[in-house]
DNA sequence: ATTTTAATTGAGAATGATTACTATTTAGTA
DNA sequence: TACTAAATAGTAATCATTCTCAATTAAAAT
């Protein structure tokens, strides 16, 4: 877990940077993306910002995530059944290991990675932007 | 790549030992599945069945897909932008190259995979099931 | 501190891929 | 050949996401 102070300000400064005007809400996007853990889906994200802002529309938080997704400052997590998470805490590709009962999502370290990505270069002559890797299974809080 | 004829009489046989019935439309499905190693979209799919099919509804393909994937018999592929694309040829968990520029798919060979698994499991304590590992980039047919 | 202006927002409509529905057709069995 | 449950075609419904547009607002200029 990268320090939740040191993403809020690099987010907020990138904004700033390419002329982005810093509104309340999304501030408050950001302050959830930034320290969360979990993974949050953007439903996920909107429903923690009722209390804050009980007028917020759900397109601004749509509007939020794909913004800063695009600043390259968040990761976006599709999965097969049309839902998305997203990982504004490390928005660098990274593997995951994801709960199939409970939706909980970890980030494992793992160390050959890059070694992986080299020899896949190697061997299809592709240059290699990105990865993902995911792991699915059942957690040990769930009964398997 | 594996034998088609044999990837197509697999899918057929699992089919009526479900208790499916076997269709025109179901074979030409299956048909395209088998044998390609292209990772066809449904949509794709359904193109390359218009001349034999001229009336075939695109909801049989999508119906006929999903009952393949129950089966276990295709792999099915969803990307960020919410595309689904499918392998019914090697319908078990490997790794993907793809272009993004052109959309090509290729499947390198990987070594390493398997030791990956059991030091996620050993380190999450997850129950591992299956896994997803793409690898994105521009393959050595397009302009980078 | 006001004014100005282009960016942002809220609310709901539009979109697009996928699934559900229903009347009709058909594969597989006797 | 007739029977019956399953499958199909065509279309409507769904649902997450994006778009539209009038109203609001952040931030620069005065």
Redesign the interface.
């Known amino acids: 877990m990268v320090d939740y102070q040191e993403r809020f300000d690099i987010i907020i400064k990138k904004l700033k940077d390419n002329g982005h005007k810093i509104t309340p809400q999304r501030i408050g996007v950001i302050k959830i993306m930034a320290g969360s853990e979990g993974h949050p889906s953007v439903e996920k994200v909107y429903e923690q910002l009722q209390n804050e802002f009980p007028t917020m529309s759900l397109a601004t938080v749509y509007r939020t995530v794909l913004l800063i997704k695009s600043l390259g400052e968040a990761l976006?997590l599709?999965?097969?059944d049309?839902s998305?998470r997203y990982d504004a805490n490390k928005p660098y590709p990274h593997?995951h290991?994801i709960?199939?009962k409970c939706g909980k999502i970890?980030d494992?370290?793992?160390s050959?990675l890059q070694?992986?990505?080299q020899?896949?270069?190697d061997?299809?002559?592709?240059?290699?932007?990105?990865?993902?890797?995911?792991?699915?299974?059942?957690?040990?809080d769930c009964p398997?």
Chains 1, 2 share one sequence.
């Open positions: 976006e599709g999965f097969p049309g998305n593997p290991v709960c199939v970890i494992p370290d793992i050959s070694d992986m990505q020899e896949i270069a061997e299809t002559g592709f240059k290699i932007l990105t990865h993902r890797l995911d792991f699915f299974g059942i957690c040990s398997s």
